[in-house]
């Protein structure tokens, strides 16, 4: 009897260890920009699953970073890349995500206000708009007021930056009640819109070697769609030697509906198409995009051998943020793509269908 529970209790094993390397391989690591800090490296990098779904998104300091840090405050640029376009780009799967790049500052004497965030830190901007949009954010306050329904709970205006935008904080933040400031998730406003998450960690705090995890406070509503994180984390890999400063945890949000919902009557920015939702599916899904010009778009489903199986769109629409339910009842299982074309922007995204 013992040695029947004993062979099932391997068996049980080696089911779990398969499982547990099936989830691991079922995700994929692509690397983005990288550039020198102090002694060491930081680097972009985003983790999807096999149907280019956002897992995590974040940056890796190499542990040497820490050892000879500048004197001066400084914005890190890849090589060859210079001011005003101070940005690390994140992989090109990232067009699956809300993010465009990410700026990240050594801050040797911290920055205001006074008596909060004095300290030397690193502040990673999670960046939704563009490097070019971003630079024309003034060094005034910007006076445009926040939609209620944009703002999590608990946040409130805090300071502001040129090239950066209006940072708003929890109120609820250690920092702010008397302790010393080790790591904050900050949210960035500009002209009414959310524009970045800014994830700030002192140095005194990576020297500890961390591992923290914390869920990030989501807003009512959602000014553009697509795949959000909510849950950020401060991590040191024993292994690689690194310190990762990552948002995870992604979920799709809807935006709100029409374009006389956003605040300001603002358009989309840039075209993108999002990865369907759920994927795999069956029988039905939903696809997303948005297209910040008024154009002729076409939305259509082709088969792994490039048949065309359904055309969801083909009219004229206005610039905005739409959706369209997908029902593939009559076709069978099998790897299947969408393909967008409005105006002068084609993308195409795989999804499954798994009856």
Known sequence: MKNILNFKFTILVIIVAAFSSNIL????????????????????????????NPRGIGLSLSEDVLTNLPLQSTAINPPGRSFPYDVMYFPSKVNNTVFDHNLFLWLPQGHNPEGIYDVPQFNAHFNIISPEERET???????????????????????????????????????????????????????????FYELAVSKAFLETNPHFSEIIKQPA?????????????????????????????????????????????????????????????????????????????????????????????????????????????????????????AGSFVETKKMILLK
């Open 25 to 52: 391989y079922s995700q994929e690591i692509s690397y983005g920009d990288s550039a020198a800090l102090g002694n060491g490296i930081v680097k972009t990098w985003l983790i999807t699953d096999t149907s280019d």
């Open 137 to 195: 954010i003034p060094g005034e306050t910007d006076t445009f007021s926040v939609d209620p329904r944009f703002i999590p709970q608990d946040y409130e205006f805090a300071f502001h930056s040129r090239y950066v935008g209006n940072h708003w904080w929890d109120t609820t933040a250690a920092e702010l009640h008397g302790q010393v400031f080790t790591k904050t998730l900050l949210y960035g406003y500009s002209k009414g819109k959310f524009v």
């Open 221 to 341: 509503e959602f000014q553009l769609g697509g795949y959000y994180p909510t849950t950020y984390k401060i991590e040191y890999d024993s292994v690689n030697h690194t310190f990762n400063l990552e948002l995870t945890d992604f979920v799709f949000r809807q935006a709100v509906t029409g374009v006389d919902d956003l605040p300001n009557n603002n358009i989309p920015e840039k075209f993108a198409l999002y990865q369907n939702y759920p994927n795999p599916f069956n029988p039905s899904t939903t696809i997303r995009w948005q297209s910040p010009i008024d154009s002729w778009q076409t939305l259509k489903i082709y088969d792994i051998l490039g048949n065309e199986k359904a055309k969801l769109i083909d009219e004229q629409k206005p610039a905005g943020i739409y959706k369209v339910d997908f029902d593939a009842t009559g076709l069978p299982s099998g790897v299947y793509f969408y393909k967008i074309q």
